[in-house]
C-alpha cells in the first residue's frame, strides 16, 4: 500500500495563477482532509470530505475549492494564487467518521511557493 | 472554539535526558487526544490517541497521558532519533482535528 500520496511535491506560482493539488488514497478510506502547515502556527484546515460525496469547509477554506472525484481521490484547487497561500500542504485520510477514534494519515505534503 | 495549546516550543536534550511535553487544550466534549510525530519534510505520523482523563499509552521511550485539561508525551531517555517536532490535536464533534503548534525536540548525542 502507497498511503496517501499527493503530488506535486514542490511548485512555484506566480500571482494570480491557477493550481490544482492532486491527493489520492489506497487505504478505502472514507474522511479526506486538506490542511496547510505554516511556521509556528501549526495544522490548519482548509476543507474536509467526510465521505465521497460531501465536502464541508474548515478553518481557513478562503481562496480555495474542493473536489472529492471519487472515495480515494481529493483535490485542492487555488484558482488565483496570493502570495499568502506560500505554505506546505498536507492531505490526510480517515477509515470512517462514525467511527471511534480512529487516526488520520498524512500524505507527504506539497511545498507551494507564490511569488 | 476548540483551542490547543503546546509548550515549550522548542526542547533541547542531552541524549539519556527524560522530559516531558505539554498540550493544553479547551474543547467541548472531548472524542479524542492524538499525538504526532513530525520529522522535517515529511507528513505527520500517528503515535497515540488517548480518550478519558487518566489514560495512558506507551511506544518505546515515550508515554502519553491524559487529564481533562492536558496531555503530556513523556520522553524517558532519549536517543537522537528522537528528534523531531511533536504534534498534539483533539477532536471533538465535527469529525475535525484541531492541531496545536508543536513542539520541536532535539536530542543531541
Known amino acids: 500500500n502507497a498511503g496517501v500520496t499527493q503530488t506535486p511535491k514542490f511548485q512555484v506560482l506566480k500571482t494570480g495563477q491557477s493550481m490544482t493539488l492532486q491527493c489520492a488514497q489506497d487505504?478505502?478510506?472514507?474522511?479526506m482532509y486538506w490542511y496547510r502547515q505554516d511556521p509556528g502556527m501549526g495544522l490548519r484546515l482548509i476543507y474536509y470530505s467526510a465521505s465521497e460525496g460531501t465536502t464541508d469547509k474548515g478553518e481557513v477554506p478562503n481562496g480555495y475549492n474542493v473536489s472529492r472525484l471519487n472515495k480515494r481521490e481529493f483535490s485542492l484547487r487555488l484558482e488565483s494564487a496570493a502570495p499568502s497561500q506560500t505554505s506546505v500542504y498536507f492531505c490526510a485520510s480517515r477509515a470512517d467518521p462514525r467511527g471511534a477514534y480512529n487516526e488520520q494519515f498524512f500524505g507527504p505534503g506539497t511545498r507551494l511557493t507564490v511569488l | 472554539e476548540d483551542q490547543v495549546t503546546q509548550s515549550p516550543e522548542a526542547l533541547r536534550l542531552q541524549e539519556g535526558e527524560s522530559s516531558s511535553l505539554n498540550c493544553s487544550y479547551t474543547?467541548?466534549?472531548?472524542?479524542?487526544l492524538f499525538w504526532y510525530r513530525q520529522d522535517p519534510g515529511k507528513g505527520p505520523e500517528f503515535l497515540f490517541t488517548?480518550?478519558?482523563a487518566g489514560e495512558e499509552k506507551e511506544k518505546e521511550r515515550l508515554k502519553a497521558t491524559l487529564t481533562k485539561k492536558e496531555s503530556f508525551l513523556h520522553i524517558t531517555a532519549p536517543k537522537p532519533e528522537d528528534s523531531a517536532t511533536y504534534l498534539c490535536a483533539v477532536e471533538a464533534a465535527g469529525n475535525k482535528l484541531t492541531f496545536g503548534g508543536g513542539t520541536r525536540v532535539l536530542v543531541k548525542p
Open positions: 487505504m478505502n478510506h472514507n474522511s
Open positions: 474543547v467541548s466534549g472531548l472524542r479524542g
Open positions: 488517548l480518550y478519558s
